[in-house]
């Protein structure tokens, strides 16, 4: 990981020209917070590192991270000892328990949580010199619409959003992808719906987002946005209590039904973006 230490700088990094996406780099994001996106980064990341991909998670949500309490790990050095100058960025980088590769934000990023030119610097200074050594990094995002998810979410190729069925998720999940649309020009959108209570509902959700979106988000001609749906989570008990054992659910119980619908949703990655991208 020698060019982790010097990672080359994009020469756009200090103006406000629309970034070019990094390859590989999916971020995680939902408008509304506590929908599961944590919990669907760790246990997405280590559904593929099962598969036998790199990953990397980040933490990406600056301001209150708590990626670092759903893997039950507490590193000396964090993203925070990155971004001050305190530690090199490969010291950073550890092993969670599913066999993928975490940068933890750690406390005292709440400095973070505003959009300075420097966090953008350090953001983008860092994302690049991670992007190479993996064959997909996952940007487990804060809640919201604030200009640091939007710019987190501004590096990733892909963006995954996390909705629940319920109509203040789903609203929240709209007003996001509009945004993101309107910001980011982007077209695709992928679509993970949590907590489902019967088979089927989250691919009815979705179609019904299209049609708002289709209906009411204006569009350049022949740019069409298109959500794709990549799979339904169930509500399930055994999450919660893989997050009070702070442990990964694809651990504790790999084959209840809630770890079976994250298997797939890795799967289905697996062939339509990190297949590609190789
Ligand atoms: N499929 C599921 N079945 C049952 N409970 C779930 C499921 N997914 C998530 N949860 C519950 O939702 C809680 C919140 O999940 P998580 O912390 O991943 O949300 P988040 O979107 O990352 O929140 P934040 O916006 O605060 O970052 C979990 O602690 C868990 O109890
Ligand atoms: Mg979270």
Do not use: W
């Not at 039950?72 to 960025?89: E, Q, R, S």
């Not at 989250?202 to 799979?231: C, N, S, W, Y």
């Not at 659910?249 to 339509?272: G, V, Y």
């Amino acid at each position: 990981m020698s060019d982790v230490l010097n990672p080359p700088v994009p020469s756009d990094a200090n103006t406000s020209v629309p970034l070019k996406p990094l390859g590989k780099v999916m971020a995680v994001t939902s408008g509304k917070g506590g929908v599961g996106k944590t919990f669907v980064s760790a246990n997405l990341a280590a559904a593929l590192a099962k598969l036998g991909h790199r990953v990397l998670v980040l933490d990406a949500d600056l301001g209150l991270a708590n990626l670092d309490v759903v893997l039950n790990l507490y590193p000396k050095i964090t993203l925070h000892d990155v971004f001050t100058g305190k530690a090199k960025l490969e010291e950073a980088i550890i092993r969670a328990p599913g066999g993928f590769s975490v940068l933890l934000a750690g406390s005292g990023m709440v400095e973070y949580s505003r959009l300075t030119p420097e966090v953008r610097d350090d953001f983008l200074r860092i994302m690049s010199g991670l992007v190479p050594h993996y064959d997909v990094v996952l940007l487990d995002t804060g809640a919201g619409i604030s200009d640091v998810v939007l710019f987190a979410v501004s590096l990733a190729s892909e963006v995954l959003v996390v909705a629940t069925p319920e109509p203040t998720s789903l609203t929240d999940a709209y007003a996001t992808i509009k945004v993101l649309v309107g910001q980011q020009k982007r077209q695709t959108i992928r679509m993970v719906i949590n907590q489902t209570a019967r088979i089927g509902d989250g691919r009815a959700i979705t179609v019904q987002l299209q049609q708002v979106l289709d209906r009411f988000v204006p569009t350049e001609p022949g740019r069409p946005i298109k959500l794709v749906h990549m799979g339904d989570i169930p509500a399930d008990p055994a999450v919660r209590q893989a997050i009070m054992r702070r442990q990964l659910l694809m651990q504790t119980t790999p084959s209840c039904p809630a770890a079976m619908a994250i298997s797939q949703l890795a799967l289905k990655l697996e062939e339509s973006v990190i297949s590609r991208n190789r």
